[in-house]
Structure formats: structure tokens, C-alpha cells
């Protein structure tokens, strides 16, 4: 397996600067949003012109699919099993958007073998010639094989909210990854955070805490709000980018795309000052422990 994780970090290192750019969004823990963000973030993508992959690597339990309100019959499961071709997988998204659905309602749990690496391999290199970006929406926590993939993804977008296990666990994954590669480029974004400040004071956090034990220095995206169309637009199946374009977090995460799109030097970019409601304020009083 180790072998072939190295193999598989040579040929997008090799490729780098010429072919797709290799993305991978993940999260310490589940619940915080972050295929939600993925999906949403190659719609942005896309909505700029770019040819845009999205990968649900959260084996079996993939949900990409379901947020997009499409319904598939192979997964890449069955291609990384020999029972189907890489096009076979692959589907017509929103936007002209692409992705490969990881299954669900199977096992989690996979024995991976050489045959499915060097499968996963040849998947990566065809993708590579045929998508500026490639996304891949990992599963929550670290198991050794992601792990080892992770060190072959060209950058990785850490995604967590403000509660506190969810930053501890965002840490934790970083350090791990970090461990294996330690030139890997980190960015930070935190989901559902309730205020600007609660935002800036979670990414805060997780930047400071990385450059104090691990001498490494992350890049902060911003944040974005606590919205109600969210859930909406998850029952809908429509990805909010699409079905609410004017809401605060649709606004917040296409102006996050679009600089990270030109490579500009990155600035903060926090949601719009909103006039909170009551519950809004009285959750924030009570996320910070005031009461």
C-alpha cells in the first residue's frame, strides 16, 4: 500500500503546473457541513468557467449525490472494483459540473488492494487531462488510506465550526496529514458560524495553534454564516449556489471562489453583517459560554 501511495504522489507531482488542479475538502468530524461546502464550491467553480470533478471519496456512505437531488447506479466503488468504467461512473451535474458518486447505503469499510490503487492511479491521470479541477470531497476523520492520499492532493481545505470538538478535531486531522507531508498547503474555513467574530476567532485558533506546535504556517479563507437556506436547499436537492444565488452565504462563498480561482494573495473574507435574530444571539451567548 505504501508503495503504491508514493507511486500515486509522483504522478500528480509530476503533472502539477500543467494539468488539473487536485483539491481535497476535509474535516476532523462529521456534521459541519463539509460536503454541503464541497458541492457548493465546485458549483462556484464551475459557474466561473471552470471544468470542475467532484470525487466523493467518502466510500459507501457518499452523499454528493443526494444534495444534487440525482439518483445514480454505479459509484466509484465499482469502478475501483473492476465493474465499471471511469466514464460509466461519472455524471452530468448542475452548472456543467461533473462528479462520481462514492455509493451509499454500503460498507464503509473497504480492503483496499493494488489492484484498486493502480485503478485509482489511472482514474487520477485521465481527470487530470481533462478538468482544470479536480475535488475531492473526503469522508470525515483520517483512516491510513486517505491518509496516504492525502499526500499526493496538491492542496487541502480544512473544513470546522466553532464548537470546540470540532476544532480539536480539525487540528488533529491537519497533524496527521502534516506528519506525512509536511510541505502540504493547508487552507482553513469555518461553516456555520454565527458572527464575524466567531468565525475570525475559530480560524484564529487553528492558525495559531498550527504555527505554535507545528511550525506550520495555514492560510485562512474566512467563514461563512449560519444560514436558513441551507437546510432548505438540502431538502429541495438543489445546491444553494443554485436555488438561493442572493443569500449571504451563496454571496460569501463565490467571492471566497473566485479569489481562490486567481490565486490572489489570500484575504479574509467573512460573511455580511446581518441583523441577528433572537435565537442567533441568544445561541452565540451561549456557544461562547457567557451564561
Same mark, same amino acid.
Given at each position: 500500500m505504501r508503495?503504491?501511495?508514493?507511486?500515486?504522489?509522483?504522478?500528480?507531482?509530476?503533472?502539477?503546473?500543467?494539468?488539473?488542479?487536485?483539491?481535497?475538502?476535509?474535516?476532523?468530524?462529521? #456534521?459541519?457541513?463539509?460536503?454541503?461546502?464541497?458541492?457548493?464550491?465546485?458549483?462556484?467553480?464551475?459557474?466561473? #468557467?471552470?471544468?470542475?470533478?467532484?470525487?466523493?471519496?467518502?466510500? #459507501?456512505? #457518499?452523499?454528493?449525490?443526494?444534495?444534487?437531488?440525482?439518483?445514480?447506479?454505479?459509484?466509484?466503488?465499482?469502478?475501483?472494483?473492476?465493474?465499471?468504467?471511469?466514464?460509466?461512473?461519472?455524471?452530468?451535474?448542475?452548472?456543467?459540473?461533473k462528479y462520481i458518486p462514492g455509493g451509499s447505503g454500503l460498507s464503509s469499510v473497504m480492503e483496499w488492494t493494488k489492484q484498486m490503487f493502480d485503478s485509482l492511479i489511472i482514474a487520477f491521470e485521465e481527470l487530470q487531462k481533462s478538468f482544470d479541477y479536480i475535488l475531492f470531497d473526503m469522508g470525515a476523520g483520517a483512516a491510513n488510506w486517505s491518509l496516504d492520499l492525502l499526500t499526493s492532493i496538491d492542496e487541502i481545505i480544512v473544513i470546522s465550526t466553532a464548537e470546540p470538538t470540532s476544532?480539536?478535531?480539525?487540528?488533529?486531522?491537519?497533524?496527521?496529514?502534516?506528519?506525512?507531508?509536511?510541505?502540504?498547503k493547508f487552507y482553513l474555513l469555518c461553516n456555520r458560524a454565527y458572527s464575524k467574530e466567531e468565525g475570525q476567532e475559530t480560524?484564529?485558533?487553528?492558525?495559531?495553534?498550527?504555527?505554535?506546535?507545528?511550525?506550520?504556517?495555514?492560510?485562512?479563507?474566512?467563514?461563512?454564516?449560519?444560514?436558513?437556506?441551507?437546510?432548505?436547499?438540502?431538502?429541495?436537492?438543489?445546491?444553494?449556489?443554485?436555488?438561493?444565488?442572493?443569500?449571504?452565504?451563496a454571496k460569501t462563498l463565490k467571492e471566497i471562489v473566485i479569489q481562490f480561482i486567481n490565486n490572489d494573495e489570500i484575504k479574509v473574507i467573512h460573511a455580511p453583517v446581518q441583523s441577528n435574530s433572537f435565537l442567533s444571539k441568544l445561541r452565540s451567548i451561549f456557544s461562547k459560554g457567557r451564561v
Open positions: 508503495d503504491q501511495a508514493e507511486k500515486l504522489r509522483m504522478k500528480m507531482l509530476q503533472s502539477q503546473g500543467s494539468l488539473g488542479r487536485s483539491i481535497a475538502v476535509v474535516s476532523g468530524k462529521g #456534521g459541519v457541513g463539509k460536503s454541503n461546502f464541497s458541492t457548493n464550491f465546485a458549483i462556484n467553480l464551475s459557474l466561473q #468557467g471552470k471544468k470542475v470533478v467532484i470525487l466523493d471519496m467518502d466510500i #459507501g456512505m #457518499g452523499n454528493v449525490h443526494i444534495l444534487i437531488g440525482k439518483t445514480t447506479q454505479l459509484s466509484f466503488k465499482d469502478y475501483l472494483m473492476g465493474e465499471a468504467t471511469l466514464n460509466e461512473v461519472m455524471y452530468e451535474g448542475p452548472s456543467n459540473l476544532i480539536t478535531d480539525a487540528y488533529s486531522m491537519m497533524k496527521f496529514i502534516h506528519l506525512k507531508d509536511q510541505s502540504k480560524l484564529q485558533r487553528l492558525q495559531n495553534t498550527m504555527a505554535k506546535f507545528l511550525n506550520k504556517e495555514v492560510t485562512i479563507l474566512g467563514s461563512l454564516p449560519e444560514d436558513p437556506v441551507v437546510r432548505k436547499a438540502v431538502r429541495e436537492q438543489v445546491p444553494f449556489s443554485i436555488a438561493y444565488p442572493d443569500s449571504p452565504i
